[in-house]
């Protein structure tokens, strides 16, 4: 039930979403731009052509891709949330962000032409980039035949330490125009197209659906590791392809909007506050919470300070973390 | 480490997958024409004027006399008021400040120049000079064994290190409001290294182009619309030097109504539909089916810029302004001077 209504506000979300922008457009308009694009209804009078443009080729594939990428993150928040056992885990724990960061300063400070083959360079790179980031901090934990669960965390803080060195000591030596690498860096929607959304797509679908399958399997992980094997888990093969799939999520999703703090963290926690610990609950509304989430930060980076636009991981820790702490105080006054 | 084989495997076929449905949403848009960028234009030749032509715009040197020698010891004032005394021209300058090394070599003083940072690549013969850092940090005791006499920086944050080791800094921050303080700028460092009558001359050159731009501009009432892309839509804004160009050039810059460098929401360009654009990478535009409606690409009123020109403060900045004006109004450059 509250997966509908769920997805019902997501809808009106993304549709309110489109409606408001830079350039002012009636409600009706965009209303009669739906309906006519779904052939429902013939108009005498066409609607202007820019304002099709701005509705169906700016602004909407945006609020998609925003509302993918929330989805991206909230889910992965979730999974390493439930995978580390640890509150604090955000998308970002072991290094996609570090990793993705120092391709793209890469990238951006050799000069390569962004577009190489028709293939645009940036997402490719930095998917690659957020990735290995990982399979180094799991080869590390590996190696190191811990049986402990931190000793992934430690190896991605380290790795992404690294990466973040690195990323930094290029910025430096390059020619200091750096203001396309540090808006990507701080995300942004601003280029949302439709190649970018269809891109994508596969990636969340893909994940998310191997994610769901171990859904109670990441309840049972909550016990210590050796009561969730007892249980009948396999928790070293679980645990595996759970953070594979998170990583490759979040990667995806970081190759085209940049680093979006802070949605991967307070999308779970938030769904806990109202919905409880099962995880088969926890993860798909941390997905449409995320996704809401973002789409109104991308809403509220666009109109702000209009026609500017403020990088989107301002504004989510911005006005996330006030509503965070309502629902923190709210809920630790609620009579359970 | 057999589930090390399954992973690059899926994603090769996620890749395989994602490609294929992302060529056929691009086939969609279909392919624009070929499109011929507006080529880089000449590098204008500067024009030779005979000063007695143009009406002169600072009439305080004329009405001085002709002042050819500083007067030592001098003072100057810079941007936070602090005031630097000068007992003779500095011989050994470190000029942290690609601009500042362009001027230095247009007024004759190139050999005064002993040091500065490793982004500076004109005139040819900086190659020469040592580099003492880069953008944003520079090696003070390199700077120190080297005894320069002066170091000039256009950013605060070394100041007081180098004070502190006794040596005698000038910092100016970059212009970044007011055209005719550029002219000012050049007759500031005659001042300080004695060469005043080419720094003048230096200066009326600059003042006079700008002047004659704005005879041959007079006659224009219609302002045409401009973006200027700088990378992934930041754009220079209200209080910009390169606003005050385009409002020297009677250009309507669409960014004007936020200050400083932002980045410009792409519905207000694509809504806006500004008639020429500045950017080096057209193609982000063409390729790009959220702009399709866009009149640039129509009219191929794209315009690559020379990087050196637009954002160095210096001597080859007029070269910037009269390539854009060039562009902009090939009407009037096409007569014969």
């Not at chain 1, 085209?256 to 926890?282: M, Q």
């Not at chain 2, 848009?29 to 507006?38: D, R, S, V």
């Not at chain 2, 390199?142 to 502190?164: C, G, Q, R």
Request: charged share 15%; with cysteine; hydrophobic share 45%.
């Amino acid at each position: 039930m509250k997966y509908i209504v769920g997805i019902l506000i997501l809808l009106l979300t993304i549709i309110f979403a489109t409606s408001i922008g830079s350039v002012p457009i009636d409600f009706d308009t965009i209303l009669k731009s739906i309906v006519s694009k779904l052939q429902l209804w013939n108009f005498d009078e066409p609607i202007n052509e820019i304002t099709e443009t701005v509705i169906w080729n700016i602004r909407l594939p945006r609020v998609i891709l925003a509302a993918i990428v929330g989805a991206s993150l909230g889910l992965s928040g979730a999974t390493y949330q439930g995978v580390f056992r640890n509150p604090l885990a955000d998308p970002y724990l072991i290094g996609v962000a570090s990793g993705s960061g120092l391709a793209a300063t890469i990238i951006f400070v050799s000069g390569l032409p962004l577009i190489i083959f028709n293939l645009n360079l940036l997402p490719i790179g930095t998917f690659i980039g957020g990735i290995t980031a990982v399979m180094c901090a799991y080869m590390i934990s590996k190696i190191s035949q811990s049986r402990s669960i931190t000793t992934i965390i430690l190896a991605g803080v380290a790795i992404g330490a690294f990466a973040s060195a690195l990323s930094g000591i290029l910025i430096l030596k390059s020619d200091p125009d750096v203001r396309p690498l540090l808006s990507w860096l701080m995300g942004g929607f601003i280029s949302g197209q439709w190649n970018k959304v269809i891109f994508l797509s596969p990636y969340l679908c893909f994940g998310s659906i191997i994610i769901y399958f171990y859904a109670r399997s990441i309840n049972i992980l909550q016990l210590s590791d050796d009561h969730a094997a007892s249980l009948g888990v396999n928790v070293r093969y679980i645990r595996f392809i759970l953070i594979m799939a998170s990583t490759l999520i979040t990667a995806s999703a970081v190759s085209f909007s940049g680093i979006i703090g802070f949605v991967g963290l307070a999308s779970p926690h938030t769904v806990r506050l109202i919905w409880g610990e099962d995880y088969r609950k926890i993860l798909p509304m941390s997905a449409i919470v995320g996704s809401i989430f973002l789409v109104v930060s991308d809403l509220i980076s666009r109109i702000i300070m209009s026609p500017s636009e403020l990088p989107v991981g301002v504004i989510t820790a911005l006005f996330g973390a006030p509503f965070f702490i309502y629902l923190l105080i709210y809920s630790g006054k609620k009579i359970k | 480490m057999k589930q090390f084989i399954y992973i690059p495997l899926i994603i090769i076929i996620l890749l395989g997958c994602s490609t294929k449905l992302a060529e056929q949403a691009q086939s969609d848009t279909t392919a624009l024409p070929q499109l011929k960028i507006l080529n880089q234009p000449q590098p204008l030749q500067p024009v030779q004027l005979k000063l007695q032509e143009i009406p002169s715009v600072n009439n305080e040197s004329k009405a001085n006399g002709k002042i050819t020698q500083t007067v030592y010891p001098l003072v100057i004032k810079d941007r936070n008021g602090e005031k630097i005394t000068f007992d003779v021209a500095p011989q050994r300058i470190i000029a942290f400040d690609a601009a500042a090394v362009e001027i230095l070599f247009a007024i004759g003083q190139g050999s005064k120049v002993i040091a500065t940072h490793s982004f500076v690549s004109y005139p040819l013969e900086v190659s020469e000079i040592t580099k003492v850092g880069d953008a944003f940090s520079m090696d003070i005791e390199a700077i120190v064994s080297l005894n320069p006499d002066l170091v000039y920086i256009f950013y605060p944050t070394f100041k007081e290190e180098l004070e502190k080791v006794g040596l005698k800094v000038l910092l100016i921050e970059t212009i970044d409001d007011d055209l005719t303080k550029l002219s000012d700028h050049f007759r500031m460092w005659g001042q300080i290294t004695d060469a005043i009558d080419k720094s003048e001359n230096l200066a009326s050159d600059f003042e006079n182009r700008i002047q004659l731009i704005k005879q041959e501009l007079s006659q224009y009432s219609s302002e045409p619309s401009i973006f200027q892309d700088v990378g992934d839509f930041w754009t220079p804004g209200n209080n910009t030097l390169i606003n005050e160009v385009f409002n020297l050039l009677k250009l309507d810059n669409i960014s004007k109504s936020n200050d400083g460098y932002y980045q410009m929401s792409p519905e207000v360009i694509a809504t806006m539909n500004p008639q020429y654009i500045i950017t080096n990478t057209p193609d982000s535009y063409i390729n790009n089916p959220a702009f399709k409606n866009l009149s640039v690409i129509k009219s191929n009123s794209f315009y690559i810029p020379n990087n050196d020109y637009f954002s160095i403060f210096g001597p080859r900045f007029i070269l910037g302004i009269e390539e854009l004006a060039n562009t902009v109004y090939p009407a009037i450059y096409k007569k014969p001077r």
